[in-house]
Nanobody
Framework: QVQLVESGGGLVQPGGSLRLSCAASGSIFSIYAMGWYRQAPGKQRELVAAATSGGSTNYADSVKGRFTISRDNAKNTMYLQMNSLKPEDTAVYYC??????????????WGQGTQVTVSS
């Protein structure tokens, strides 16, 4: 079992930056695939970025070049650095984990979500 807790969301102006964190507990963090998803009002949840246990990453086309996923296995923590934020990035962001370490779409465990609002 894995528990995931997100933090770092908030209100930011267009063009600004935020860093989301996801703290994991309850299992061996390093072997899990980890990911960030988001869900805007009236839309389906979508993958933003994911990182396998081996370090491979994949991103949604809409965030490539602006967002960076990273993980610190020693701290059992994953991050999402978000730069050049746009109003369309506004959503609830969810952290996810998967025991299948090579998963490019991890979705076995979920955090509670953190709101990101991009507005002037």
């Amino acid at each position: 079992q894995v528990q995931l807790v997100e933090s770092g969301g908030g209100l930011v102006q267009p063009g600004g930056s935020l860093r989301l964190s996801c703290a994991a507990s309850g299992s061996i963090f390093s072997i899990y695939a980890m990911g960030w998803y988001r869900q805007a009002p009236g839309k389906q949840r979508e993958l933003v970025a994911a990182a396998t246990s081996g370090g491979s990453t994949n991103y949604a086309d809409s965030v490539k070049g602006r967002f960076t996923i990273s993980r610190d296995n020693a701290k059992n923590t994953m991050y999402l650095q978000m730069n050049s934020l746009k109003p369309e990035d506004t959503a609830v962001y969810y952290c996810s984990a998967d025991r299948y370490g090579s998963s490019r779409y991890p979705g076995e465990y979920w955090g509670q979500g953190t709101q990101v609002t991009v507005s002037s």
